[in-house]
């Protein structure tokens, strides 16, 4: 079966994961969603979001993952334009084994 994947790329610190989260899976109700806490990153400003042990930052890299049929996922993420940073997601057609 052919699929979607969507990553949407967030900063802990905005809390916006949680909302996205919360909306997949109540309202959208998508196939599969997994969102991943990153120990560094950054984007296009430059800015580095990083963990160490004398710093436990709470604005760390946060992707948000889900999956669907290409025609959903198209939907859904129209219905999460506003929550979302434009550049900020990233799609990819998958094959569900």
Known sequence: MNVTVARIYVTEGQSVHVKIFQH???????RGVT?????TG???SGKVHS???????LDLP???????SP???AAVL???KGMIKPGHVLTFAADLS
């Open 24 to 30: 997949l899976h109540d309202v959208e109700k998508v």
């Open 35 to 39: 969102v991943f806490r990153g120990i």
């Open 42 to 44: 950054f984007g296009v």
């Open 51 to 57: 963990s160490t042990l004398l710093d436990m930052s």
């Open 62 to 68: 946060v992707v948000i993952e889900f999956f669907d």
């Open 71 to 73: 025609e959903r996922v």
């Open 78 to 80: 129209e219905h999460l």
